[in-house]
């Protein structure tokens, strides 16, 4: 039975039928609508003209009887094609590895997240949108930066040390950039430090834990941040964002920070150089956002032998203004004791880096995350009208942000304020650049994905770490206990050898 007048379907959202979370991800970071279909009913498919499923979970003749006549049905495993692995499995990865950058004549070296999802999420959704649009669509998305800005710039600054002397040197360096600069602090490190604590009441300060650990226990990771979210309130903070020690991530972690309340975390063992996203913990996405940084800090120049600032400081401003004019997010990083509180050049060089772009937001992680989740809450549609127009639908309008939408057209896009729940627009006339390209600049590091070595085996296995003080290493596990017999047999050697 066919409809005798059928409605006119929307371009916009994309309808999503069984398709892999990986894809949900990466629409969400986009900014393109799209609705998750749960059953199999003619009228749920109604909400939109195009239909995306997975050839490989569900046969196209299946959608015979669910689509109308003028729907149209997108195998998203064509996606797949060309890519070293399934990009979707990629993209909710949540394995690290060690990765390598060739900088120079030098290497740097990180444990990072094994997949390189920033550059998986544009090659998928170049195909995407070339697949859409060549189906009569159009590709339309939420600006990722609020409207008029077209990139943003952040900076993390992780506190793990207690040398207050350094980081007051840090701060004397930090004045041009204080506005969109975000602490956080291991509490352990800090507590008797009230000079600090002082200082850090004027800006943007979050938890990096108690200890600087990411344990395998649950209860260990639990107290921890418990812990550290008591000392932070007692000095008048109120944290609602986490950064992981060592850019760690693992789901207890998660779990932790969700039944806390937390808004975000920040560990580029899970992503890193990308858009801000929801992690998928295995059968729903995480409450708790994800706020990506380049992972190279000072201290891999440091290890790899390089102390020369103006070397550090030049890498991470070529970095920056790179992914700044590529309209991306920018977001480094690093630590004030025994470096950058003694590197005044690195702060100097990145200030000068966004000094006078009235078109970068500068931003801090707090406010970041604030309106990323915001705007993951919007709700919008796109309807085709006569004479090459289009009109866009907000559903609960709502007026906290400066919205954008940028319409994409081969190569070319274009941004245009949103000011009202309705918009009407003629494709033809608006007035399209060509937008700039990152990947000839910034490309991947190189991942090892190999075996880890046997000592490494046991450090991970028994949580190896000695920055919990030995009485406060419960029993409770087997894994627990030989650490603390290690650790006290470990004391005991250096207490005989001085």
């Not at 009235?358 to 989740?373: K, Q």
Request: charged share 25%; hydrophobic share 40%.
């Amino acid at each position: 039975m066919t409809d005798r007048y059928p409605p006119i379907l929307p371009l916009l959202p994309l309808m999503l039928w069984r398709t892999p979370p990986g894809l949900e991800l990466i629409l969400a970071q986009e900014g393109v609508p799209f609705a998750r279909l749960k059953e199999a009913h003619r009228l749920a498919f109604r909400g939109g003209r195009f239909v995306l499923f997975d050839g490989r979970t569900t046969a196209p003749s299946s959608l015979s009887g669910l689509l109308a006549a003028d729907q149209v049905a997108i195998d998203v495993d064509a996606l797949r094609t060309g890519e070293p692995s399934d990009p979707f499995a990629a993209l909710v990865d949540h394995r690290a590895a060690r990765a390598a950058w060739r900088i120079g004549p030098w290497t740097l070296t990180e444990r990072v997240a094994r997949q390189p999802k920033a550059w998986v999420r544009r090659r998928l959704i170049g195909k995407l949108r070339r697949a859409v649009t060549r189906a009569g669509g159009v590709w339309i998305r939420l600006a990722p930066f609020p409207y008029p800005y077209r990139s943003a710039f952040s900076f993390r600054v992780d506190l793990d040390e207690p040398l207050a002397e350094d980081y007051h040197r840090f701060a004397a360096a930090r004045a041009p950039l204080a506005e969109c600069c975000t602490h956080f602090v291991s509490t352990h490190a800090y507590t008797h430090h009230a000079s600090v604590w002082r200082d850090l009441r004027h800006y943007d300060t979050q938890s990096h834990g108690h200890f600087h650990h990411v344990y395998r226990a649950p209860e260990s990771n639990r107290l921890n941040l418990e812990r550290a979210h008591r000392i932070l309130h007692g000095f008048g903070f109120e944290p609602l964002g986490f950064a992981g020690p060592h850019g760690r991530w693992c789901r207890s972690l998660d779990d932790a920070l969700e039944e806390m309340g937390y808004l975000y975390s920040s560990d580029f063992q899970l992503g890193y150089d990308d858009l801000p996203f929801f992690p998928w913990k295995g059968e729903r996405f995480s409450k708790v956002l994800q706020v990506p940084v380049h992972p190279v800090c000072e201290g891999l120049f440091l290890e790899a032998g390089v102390a020369e600032p103006g070397i550090i400081a030049e890498y991470l401003g070529q970095l920056v203004a790179a992914r700044l004019d590529a309209g991306e997010l920018a977001i480094a990083y690093g630590h004030p004791e025994r470096r950058l509180g003694r590197m005044p050049e690195v702060l100097d060089r990145l200030a000068r880096t966004v000094a006078g772009q009235t078109l970068v937001w500068r931003v801090t992680f707090s406010e970041l995350a604030r309106w990323w989740r915001w705007r993951a809450a919007r709700r919008w549609l796109v309807f085709p009208r006569q004479e090459n127009r289009l009109e866009i639908q907000f559903d609960e309008w709502d007026p906290q942000f400066d919205l954008a939408l940028e319409i994409h057209r081969g190569p070319f896009h274009c941004a245009v304020p949103v000011t009202g729940p309705r918009l009407s627009l003629s494709l033809a006339g608006l007035a399209y650049q060509r937008g700039a390209s990152l990947e000839p600049i910034l490309g991947p590091p190189e991942i090892d994905p190999g075996s880890i070595s046997l000592k490494s085996a046991v450090k991970s296995a028994i949580d190896w770490e000695t920055v919990t003080p030995l009485a406060e290493i419960p029993r409770s596990s087997l894994s627990n206990r030989v650490k603390r017999g290690l650790r006290w047999w470990q004391l005991q050697r250096a207490r005989a050898s001085t």
